[in-house]
Structure formats: structure tokens, C-alpha cells
């Protein structure tokens, strides 16, 4: 069975200061790997997705994410946090084997960035 | 204007009555699904399709309908609304094949509470 997890509720870091958001996956195939951002009220945003290629994923807002296959993470980066990314980050999983286009999301972690 | 649009965004209705939850999309995807965002479930699929007339359960079914007559339009209805059916429902859309990669494009919400 696929599933996404996010270790952490909610992550706190100083404005300026490199952050980090965990996410560990487990899919039948290859996966394709997916990051969102949710700000209040507002739906989600496609950050950026790992599909083949280059381990190192760049995305929207300078967010950028690792794939580790051995370690069945892709977890998100960014070296300079900001005060506007604090929000909600939800990583997503399917296998490349999938016929039905779902997308499994993990809880979801809460970044607070801090002045 | 192009994108995923959900109406209405905010609805209060009573146990028991009909609702229906409005999406539409303009990129003329294949896939539309949607979700439930309720705290400490994250994100729950509730039914999805993969083209019109061709719809399928999610994670959790129970108490909801769709149809999709046109690749457009994908309704979710409350057939009687119960209290534990509170949450912010998410349409999304997606064209996982046909040289796309699966990623999600979300409507802004629709907020619902049945009291």
C-alpha cells in the first residue's frame, strides 16, 4: 500500500536561518514525488515534484527538495527562511505503476518561521 | 479565467439537507478529485474520475455522490448532511498521463458546516 508520512506536526525556525521538512514514502514502483503549500484559507499550491532525474529538485520560492531512494525520503529544503513561508506543507506520493492518478498525502507539517 | 473553481465557498446548512458542492476546470484534465480537510486527518480523497461518467471511491465515500457528465464539471453532493460532514472540501484536477506528470491543481475551498 502507498503511503506519505511527515514525522513532524509542526516545524520552528529563525527568519534566516536553513529549514528543513521531513517526508518518508512507500509506493509500489518508482514513485512521483510532490510538495504543497497551503496558506490560510486558501487551497493548495503545487511546489514542485520529483519524477526521474536529478536527485536535487528546484522549486517555486526557493524550496528545494532531496529524493533519497535508499532512504525513501524527499524531504524539503530551503537555505534562508523567510516570515511569509510560515504555512501548512504537504508532501504527496504516486507510483509510477499507478493507473488511477491518486495522489496520497502525508498529515501535513506546520512551518512557523520566526523574526 | 482559467483554473479550478469551486462554489460556493462558504456554506451553512442544516442536518439533513441536500448540498452540492460545485467544481469546474478549464485545462480539460482527465482527472478530478476530491478531498476532505478536516485537523489531524490531513488531506482525505472521497471520491475521484478519471474521465467523464467514470467515477470511483476514495478513501472515504460514505454520505457523498458525484457524477461527471461533461470532463468540466465534477458535483459533489450531500445527499442529508450530518454534523460529522464539517470540514473544508477541495476540488482538484490533474492529467497524470498524456505526457503530464500527476500533479494536482486545487480550487480555492469550499467551506461547509451543518449544524
Given at each position: 500500500?502507498?503511503s506519505v508520512?511527515q ?15 521531513k ?6 514502483g ?5 510538495w504543497y503549500v497551503?496558506y ?6 503545487f511546489?514542485?515534484?520529483y ?10 520560492y526557493g524550496?528545494?527538495?532531496e529524493?533519497?531512494?535508499?532512504q525513501t525520503?524527499?524531504h ?8 511569509s ?5 504537504f508532501c504527496?506520493?504516486r507510483g ?5 492518478g491518486?495522489?496520497?498525502f ?10 | 479565467?482559467?483554473g479550478i473553481?469551486?462554489s ?7 442536518t439533513g439537507?441536500?448540498?452540492t458542492?460545485?467544481?469546474h ?6 482527472y ?12 482525505r480523497?472521497?471520491y ?6 467514470i ?5 472515504v465515500p460514505d454520505?457523498y455522490?458525484v ?9 459533489l ?7 460529522s460532514?464539517?470540514s ?9 498521463y ?9 480550487g480555492?475551498?469550499s ?5
Amino acid at each position: 500500500a502507498q503511503s506519505v508520512a511527515q514525522p513532524e506536526d509542526q516545524v520552528n525556525v529563525a527568519e534566516g536561518n536553513p529549514l528543513t521538512v521531513k517526508c518518508t514514502y512507500s509506493v509500489s514502483g518508482n514513485p512521483y514525488l510532490f510538495w504543497y503549500v497551503q496558506y490560510p484559507n486558501r487551497g493548495l499550491q503545487f511546489l514542485l515534484k520529483y519524477i526521474t532525474g536529478d536527485n536535487l529538485v528546484k522549486g517555486s520560492y526557493g524550496f528545494e527538495a532531496e529524493f533519497n531512494k535508499s532512504q525513501t525520503s524527499f524531504h524539503l529544503k530551503k537555505p534562508s527562511a523567510l516570515v511569509s513561508d510560515s504555512a501548512l506543507y504537504f508532501c504527496a506520493v504516486r507510483g509510477s505503476s499507478s493507473n488511477t492518478g491518486k495522489l496520497i498525502f502525508g498529515q501535513g507539517t506546520t512551518l512557523q518561521v520566526k523574526p | 479565467d482559467a483554473g479550478i473553481t469551486q462554489s460556493p465557498r462558504y456554506k451553512i446548512t442544516e442536518t439533513g439537507r441536500q448540498v452540492t458542492l460545485m467544481c469546474h476546470q478549464t485545462w480539460s484534465h482527465s482527472y478530478m478529485f476530491w478531498y476532505r480537510q478536516d485537523l489531524g486527518h490531513g488531506l482525505r480523497l472521497i471520491y475521484y474520475s478519471a474521465a467523464a461518467d467514470i467515477t470511483d471511491k476514495g478513501e472515504v465515500p460514505d454520505g457523498y455522490v458525484v457524477s461527471r457528465s461533461k470532463t468540466e464539471n465534477f458535483p459533489l453532493t450531500l445527499e442529508s448532511a450530518t454534523r460529522s460532514q464539517t470540514s473544508v472540501y477541495f476540488c482538484a484536477s490533474s492529467e497524470p498521463y498524456l505526457g503530464g506528470t500527476g500533479e494536482l491543481f486545487f480550487g480555492e475551498g469550499s467551506r461547509l458546516t451543518v449544524l
